[in-house]
């Protein structure tokens, strides 16, 4: 039983580069959710799936958007990378209300 | 104004010492309460899950709510290092989106 598994776990990019960080859960849970975590602004919710089939925009949304690809998996797409979206990302699941658990993170830096 | 507030510390306490954590919120819709805890360099793993106003206790780790004051805290007794890490508080009204606080960083000193 892995829990959340998120790869890659480091990536660097150049302003502009594209790239899609992946996330999935064997908890069998029907939440899924993408934040950032800065230092001193806490964790942002990027985007969440409620369900399968459903997306919705948190905190801190733009230039990211997500794809539910099945109940397990849910993945994160930078369209065009900038400097700004270096952060630590974290994946989360949750069975459906406020308990979530988190992946490893991804450490990502764009140049 | 944030909805959460936690002071980031950083604070340092020797081995065995009470540690006091605590987080106020503007949100009165708030229902939900949690303690996170974060190790250097990992992921955040739920600490303490509370539900509305009262005391609730799981070892050496107590968590309060006071609805009333919009005021939760995190109390570890008998602290020791390996307690060493970024707690984090988060709270929810009803359903999926956590506000999560900035996080206290705390070290036990051996």
């Known amino acids: 039983n892995a829990g959340v598994t998120q790869t890659p776990k480091f990536q660097v990019l150049k302003t502009g580069q594209s790239m899609t960080l992946q996330c999935a859960q064997d908890?069998?849970?029907?939440?899924m959710y993408w934040y950032r975590q800065d230092p001193g602004m806490g964790l942002r919710l990027i985007y969440y799936?409620?369900?399968?089939?459903?997306?919705d925009k948190g905190e801190v949304p733009n230039g990211y958007n997500v794809s539910r690809l099945n109940k397990r998996e849910f993945s994160l797409r930078l369209e065009s990378a900038a400097p700004s979206q270096t952060s630590v990302y974290f994946c989360?699941?949750?069975?459906?209300?406020?308990?979530?658990?988190f992946g490893p993170g991804t450490r990502l830096t764009v140049l | 104004q944030k909805e959460v507030e936690q002071d980031p510390g950083p604070l340092s306490v020797p081995e065995g010492a009470i540690v006091s954590l605590n987080c106020t919120y503007s949100?009165?819709?708030?229902?939900?309460f949690m303690w996170y805890r974060q190790y250097s360099r990992k992921g955040p793993e739920l600490l303490m899950y509370?539900?509305?106003?009262g005391n609730k206790e799981d070892g050496r780790f107590t968590a309060q709510v006071d609805k009333s004051s919009k005021y939760i805290s995190l109390f570890i007794r008998d602290s020791q290092p390996s307690d060493s890490a970024t707690y984090l508080c988060?709270?929810?009204?009803?359903?999926?989106?956590?506000?999560f606080g900035a996080g206290t960083t705390v070290t036990v000193r051996a």
């Open positions: 989360a699941s949750s069975p459906g209300g406020s308990e979530q658990f």
């Open positions: 908890m069998n849970h029907n939440s």
């Open positions: 799936s409620a369900s399968e089939g459903t997306t």
């Open positions: 949100n009165s819709a708030f229902q939900y």
């Open positions: 509370t539900y509305s106003s």
């Open positions: 988060a709270m929810s009204p009803t359903s999926y989106k956590l506000s």
